[in-house]
């Protein structure tokens, strides 16, 4: 029988190789974590912000999926690492006369 999956979701070895290790994880640990100019932090070379519901009709912040891409650091596949719900702000931007969403301003952009 299948558990109930919950996120955050974690693919920690890659799909194709099964590698540990992406090519982003392994530049943050080598080039700042390890020399000491920043926190052990999970790092993703790409983020895709997918809101749950539509930031038209909503203000400050919608739920939004987080899906995080890196490269496989052993065969290159790039896969998705992992998948967490945040909540993130919306701003918008006049155009036109319309308001339309201009982005997910996130706490921590690039590294999470
Ligand atoms: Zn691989």
């Known amino acids: ?4 999956i919950k996120f955050p979701i974690e693919f920690k ?3 194709n190789c099964g590698c540990a290790d992406t090519t982003c ?6 080039e700042i974590a390890d020399k000491g100019k920043g926190p052990k932090m999970f790092a993703s070379s790409e983020k ?3 809101p749950l519901i539509d930031p038209r009709s909503a203000t400050l ?8 891409y890196d490269t496989c650091a052993f065969c290159g ?20 006369g319309n308001l339309k969403p201009f982005g ?8 999470s």
């Open 77 to 96: 596949l790039r896969y998705c690492t992992k998948a967490e719900i945040i909540n993130a702000g919306i701003t918008m931007q006049q155009s036109g």
């Open 25 to 30: 994880r392994l530049a943050y640990k080598q």
């Open 104 to 111: 997910f301003p996130q706490g921590k952009p690039g590294l």
């Open 61 to 68: 912040t919608v739920p939004t999926l987080l899906e995080h």
């Open 1 to 4: 029988m299948v558990k109930e």
């Open 48 to 50: 895709k912000a997918v």
């Open 13 to 15: 070895l890659c799909p």
